[in-house]
């Protein structure tokens, strides 16, 4: 065992050294709360043991840094960085062997928590993003990068999310969990560069309700296909293939084409005040060691998009009824009383005839619609209504 670096004190200081909520259990308490002799509130976790002793680290905390560790507002690490610090060993018997008052900075790092680690592995974070550039400093972030980085993320991922929805024959069902990626709630953020971390759709609370278990297994799988392919375009991105003539799925130009398309969203301007990009976490990465995009990735992206090959525009007139109209998107299903046994179309709309759509919602009178579409299966892009 490792000599501790530190004060010694009582070891009658935290009483008998039991806890009080067992917040990680493997083979015994590796990581709980209990009081010490003033009744002040402490977080205890694991450091090390041999055949005769269990070493923990102790710190002082409060009861709302206990709520915020278990919400994911805290790191493990962050929850213990306290000014002051304790070791304390333990025999197998539950004897306090030993109590030294101490500072983090004065153990040994591999003992410690891995710097991110949260408490629970479900409150780990789906996508995190950490800006970094000349202009970024602690306290002083530009409006620009917040924007950017946020934004940037949350339209990469409707780049992706649109179309697994619109998969497959546009699905007819909307995916509640790629919903939420539109709005990618935020877990946190930290500005000693500029980090922004989002956290799962899949804990939002109630996200489920009402879905059959083959419901549930298939929106889970389908935000899986999106963490696929934000992957895959990652991989590619950053590796030697992407200079290549090669696209990210080379044998599917439409894929290859939203993938690109999502990656300039996350790629730094050359005029941006962000030079590098590190993106972590299960939504975008296959390891624990981030993705780095910097000014160059842009470069590489833009010349993807000059060889993906042209989309053709065909002009296209339907007839049908109006039915569920999806407010977030502008989009609305039309259908089809012409040719009932094909697949509802989903139509693509603008603001400007958002009147008449809503006029027509629900009502048994067909509507013409006049549109261009990419493929007979695709969006089609609405031009105009027209009542019969």
């Known amino acids: ?25 493997y083979d015994c308490p590796r990581t709980f709360t209990l009081y010490d002799q003033d009744g002040g509130l402490c977080l205890v976790h694991w450091l090390d043991e041999d055949a005769e002793t269990m070493r923990y680290l102790v710190a002082p905390v409060t009861s709302k840094q206990i709520e915020q560790l278990q919400r ?46 949260m408490l629970y592995r479900s409150l780990e974070p789906i996508l995190s993003l950490r800006a970094t550039g000349e202009a970024i400093k602690p306290g002083e972030i530009p409006g620009s990068v917040i924007k950017s980085t946020v934004e940037g993320a949350q339209k990469a991922l409707k780049c992706l999310a649109e179309y697994e929805m619109d998969l497959p024959t546009r699905r007819g069902r909307s995916s509640r969990a790629l919903q939420k990626l539109y709005d990618l709630p935020v877990q946190k953020t930290l500005t000693a560069s500029f980090e922004v971390q989002f956290r799962s759709p899949l804990s939002e609370p109630d996200l489920f309700e009402g879905l059959a278990e083959s419901e549930i297994l298939d929106e889970r799988d389908v935000l899986n296909r999106v963490a696929d392919h934000l992957k895959a375009g990652l991989s590619w991105l950053t590796s030697t293939a992407s200079e290549a003539a090669a696209l990210p799925v080379p044998n599917d130009a439409d894929l290859s084409r939203v993938i690109v398309k999502a990656l300039k969203f996350l790629t730094p301007s050359p005029r941006g005040a962000v030079k590098e990009l590190e993106i972590r976490g299960d939504l975008a990465t296959r390891t624990i060691e981030p993705v780095r995009l910097t000014r160059r ?10 060889r993906l090959p042209a989309m053709t525009e065909r002009r296209v007139e339907l007839k049908g009824r109006i039915r569920e109209i999806n407010e977030r998107l502008m989009r609305f299903e039309l259908h089809d009383v012409n040719q009932p046994p094909l697949p509802v179309r989903v139509c693509e709309f603008e603001a400007e005839i958002w009147d008449d759509v809503y006029e027509m919602l629900g009502v048994d009178e067909a509507v013409d619609v006049l549109g261009l579409e990419t493929s007979p299966l695709s969006i089609v892009r609405v031009l105009d209504l027209k009542r019969p």
Not at 297 to 306: D, M, P
Request: cysteine-free; aromatic content about 8%.
């Open 1 to 25: 065992m490792w000599a501790v670096v530190g004060t010694p004190k009582d070891t009658s200081y935290f009483g008998r050294f039991e806890p009080i909520d067992v917040l990680i259990w």
């Open 72 to 117: 994911g507002d805290l790191t493990l690490r962050e929850s213990l960085d306290q000014p002051r610090v304790y070791v304390v060993d333990q025999t197998n018997d539950g004897d306090v062997r030993s109590v030294w008052l101490t500072q983090l900075v004065d153990l040994p790092q591999d003992a410690l928590p891995v710097p991110r680690t």
């Open 297 to 306: 990735s842009r470069g590489i992206v833009n010349g993807a998009i000059s």
